[in-house]
């Protein structure tokens, strides 16, 4: 493939990384338990969306800015960490889900604001950047280094095999929130519980360091 290197290589590294939980995992299984398989996915679509936009960043060297600023990078990761928070808040003073059936909660769901909530997370974790920076090189030609193809088609590639995972993931894991739909005592305190469980992952996000 032009420019690109150990392709396999590159897929089933990926593939492996995908697996691995992390921010995003949390962030739509939190969706998915919370809210159903249709937020589960467009979570995942989200997410996906924003590795795209780090795929197009990286591959046309704007990413740098971020491994090269301090300042930048904190700014960015304290937006994203208080955004994080802030949905789980919102979450937890939502009211309007404390005793519902599937039916009601899929006909509440904004699945826009859902989805545009899993872009921003995504885009606004400065570690993201970092990690197509110092990964998809490593999978480049040195004489296509300054070609944004193979930069694209690595960052697609991830991001397909990614959002794959994160679709499966909300599938199944959506299950649990069909079982507990009619207990309820249970789902009263479900999209709390998911909420506590963003508000948790955006402080770990702000005390978290560049490594």
């Excluded at 995942?44 to 590795?51: C, D, V």
């Excluded at 885009?123 to 970092?130: E, F, G, R, S, Y």
């Amino acid at each position: 493939m032009i420019g690109i290197v150990n392709y396999e290589t590159f897929l089933i590294t990926g593939i492996i990384l995908n697996l691995t939980p992390g921010n995003d995992t949390i962030f739509i299984l939190s969706r998915s338990i919370a809210q159903g398989k249709h937020a589960g996915v467009m979570s995942a679509l989200g997410i996906g969306t924003g590795s795209l936009i780090h795929t197009t960043l990286a591959a046309f060297g704007l990413s740098i800015i971020i491994t090269k600023s301090m300042l930048l990078f904190s700014i960015i990761k304290y937006i994203g960490a208080a955004y994080l928070i802030y949905i789980g808040v919102r979450m937890l003073v939502d009211k309007s889900r404390l005793n519902f059936n599937s039916t009601e909660v899929v006909a509440k769901t904004n699945f826009k604001t859902i989805y545009r909530d899993a872009v921003f997370t995504n885009i606004l974790n400065p570690k993201v950047a970092l990690f197509f920076i110092a990964f998809l090189p490593q999978f480049i030609d040195p004489n296509f280094k300054e070609s944004v193809l193979p930069f694209l088609i690595l960052g697609i590639s991830f991001t397909t095999t990614g959002t794959i995972w994160c679709l499966i993931l909300a599938a199944y894991s959506s299950r649990l929130f069909y079982k507990l739909r009619n207990n309820q005592k249970i789902s009263s305190y479900l999209n709390k519980i998911c909420g506590i469980a963003l508000v948790a992952l955006g402080i770990r996000v702000a005390i978290s360091d560049r490594k």
